[in-house]
């Protein structure tokens, strides 16, 4: 959640990093900080809060500079206070800004104590910064003492160093966390994210895993994990134009939906490394939290409803009673809370009125905590909560949901790690886990591949009036997801049942004109799915089948789309995607307000 910004010019930065934190406050943060070079020698200054706290002492002037670092922290090693706020340093010699995890922390504080360092924050951070000056003593230049000091530490970060001695460079690292390059005119920037530079360039180089560069005024240095230079071709930015503008989409919704595997490589930085889950990301607080959880409740609404739903299957399996709720539902029953019950929100936009209030009336309930997953850090939901996991999803403006689902799935999955960690996950299950999500950007990529053969598919569905939706296991929940995308956009009439309850009632409505959607994992459920399927054709009805590579279909009258052989664990999340272009296909056939379709907000802060 941190975010870095640093900048060497020749003028003064302040205002330049200052802005770029402003930009980075989506990510989540409690503090914020900064240093720069300039007459007044390294300046340091830092705030617990918001950057507009920052902004404020920085406003009593006297601080100006044309080298610099700055960044915003979200605790993870020590509690949000001044002293553990970033920029860390070691007496006068070096200044540090650092995002991700230093797993080999304490051993590194134990060994620089002993040789005299004194510590004043309980940041792992700050060992980095004591290593720096430990290499500078030996009269080793800046360069070369950030290139030993990485050598020593196990973990992720990327890494942002000046150095009083040093004027004419700032010098940064990345392994684990993202870092980007940005590349002006007689000046030159860096920062964790895009977003944060887009008033002052268009052109980055991003760092590679292990790569260490050294950014002077009139140019960049990259150096590979070996040592080598390396070439990093800058890039210009999609993003240039705003996150308000389509850029080459017709809507939205469809830039939303295609910006799914970048937001979900996103939202798994920092949080999983070499096949480990890196639970410390989540937060200061979250540790001592989840390791008393011994029951979740799930409070959420629409979309959000339904990655609870998943969660569900997913929590239980690991041991752990799950329930889910409509928030709405929620606030007005009695409600039975077991000891030691997280009290958990889904809410994209932290606002959503139902939530919020089911959130105000569980503080007084005896839950053991609360904690919140969503897109807005300034909410009301991230600020009430006693933790709060970011989705880092971005800015998303079409009123369908599409990538904050998929990315609190994504969240979800992360916690059901963390909980499967007190429940006896062995290291071997972590990495095999943590592996399938390393490989979910690129299975969503694949999926959007099929972009136009699901437009073809959709023809079919313009002139429908219902459609039904059919899952079983944690795909119910997707089906109910896919239906609610089709009535939102398109304005089609559409259901979901779980597949097993056909005979119980929906199997009625089956008919010619009644199109049937179905997702057809390789999962243990599959023969009785197909088995439900057979029912649906001996009425007449048409099949639209979204299926994995390994499935073998025996049916006559349906369309199916093979997806590529989709890791069990993160099947759900995939498979969403199809589903989600299904109904733009059909909302743009029918000529709907896609973006905005009618009777609907973003954010119901309304009851």
Request: hydrophobic share 45%.
């Amino acid at each position: 959640m941190c975010g870095i910004v640093g900048a060497i010019a020749n003028r003064d930065v302040v205002s330049t990093l200052m802005d770029g934190l402003q930009r980075l406050e989506y990510r989540g943060y409690d503090s914020a900080g900064l240093a720069v070079q300039g007459p007044h020698g390294l300046q340091r200054m830092r705030s617990v809060g918001k950057v507009a706290a920052l902004r404020g002492l920085l406003d009593q002037g006297g601080f100006s500079g044309d080298l610099g670092i700055a960044h915003t922290r979200w605790a993870t090693h020590g509690m949000p206070a001044e002293r553990n706020a970033h920029p860390h340093m070691s007496g006068e010699r070096v200044a540090v800004v650092h995002n991700g995890i230093i797993e080999n922390h304490w051993a590194l504080r134990t060994m620089l104590s002993a040789e005299g360092y004194s510590f004043s924050s309980d940041t792992d951070t700050e060992v980095i910064a004591h290593l720096l000056a430990r290499e500078l003593k030996g009269n080793t230049d800046l360069l070369s003492a950030v290139r030993s000091a990485i050598r020593q530490l196990v973990g992720a970060y990327a890494l942002a160093v000046v150095a009083p001695d040093d004027r004419d460079r700032l010098v940064v690292a990345r392994a684990g966390s993202p870092l980007v390059i940005g590349i002006g005119e007689g000046e030159n920037f860096i920062a964790s994210d895009v977003l944060a530079l887009l008033p002052v360039t268009q052109r980055f180089v991003f760092l590679e895993e292990g790569d260490l560069a050294e950014v002077r005024r009139d140019g960049v240095t990259v150096y590979d994990e070996h040592g080598e230079p390396a070439q990093r071709e800058p890039k210009v930015s999609m993003q240039v134009a705003g996150t308000m503008d389509k850029g080459p989409y017709r809507h939205f919704m469809e830039k939303e939906i295609a910006e799914q595997p970048a937001v979900i490589a996103e939202t798994l930085e920092g949080r999983i490394f070499k096949g480990r889950l890196l639970e410390e990301s989540f937060g200061y607080e979250a540790t001592q939290l989840l390791n008393k959880v011994q029951c979740v409740h799930i409070i959420a609404c629409g979309t959000s409803y339904h990655a609870g739903l998943v969660a569900r299957y997913w929590i239980e399996e690991v041991g752990i009673p799950c329930t889910v709720e409509v928030a709405s539902e929620y606030r007005y029953r009695s409600v039975v809370v077991p000891p030691d019950t997280l009290f958990l929100t889904l809410s994209q936009s932290g606002e959503t009125a139902d939530t919020l209030a089911a959130l105000r009336v569980a503080k007084s309930a005896g839950y053991l905590g609360s904690m919140t997953i969503c897109n807005v850090p300034e909410s009301s939901l991230t600020r009430e909560s006693d933790v709060a996991l970011m989705t880092r999803a971005g800015p998303e403006i079409g009123v369908a949901s599409t990538k904050a689902f998929t990315t609190q799935l994504v969240c979800l999955r992360l916690l059901t790690l963390a909980l499967a960690r007190r429940r006896g996950l062995t290291e071997d299950q972590e990495r095999l886990l943590v592996e399938e999500l390393h490989a979910l950007p690129r299975q969503v990529e694949v999926v959007l591949e099929l972009s136009d053969a699901i437009k073809a598919m959709a023809d079919a569905f313009a002139e429908r009036s219902h459609a039904l939706f059919l899952g079983r296991g944690t795909f119910y929940p997707i089906a109910m997801e896919g239906a609610l995308k089709m009535k939102e956009i398109s304005y089609i009439h559409a259901e979901a049942y779980p597949a097993g309850e056909l005979k119980h009632g929906p199997l009625a409505l089956v008919d010619a004109d009644m199109p049937v959607v179905c997702a057809l994992p390789d999962d243990l459920l599959l023969d009785k799915v197909l088995s439900n399927l057979q029912e649906v054709r001996a009425r007449g009805g048409e099949l639209f089948l979204f299926s994995d590579l390994k499935v073998s279909i025996d049916l006559d009258n349906y369309q199916n789309l093979t997806l590529s052989d989709i890791c069990p664990t993160t099947a759900p999340i995939v498979y969403t995607v199809p589903l989600q272009l299904l109904a733009y296909h059909v909302a743009v056939l029918k000529g709907t307000d896609v973006d905005q379709p009618r009777n609907l907000a973003k954010s119901v802060t309304v009851e």
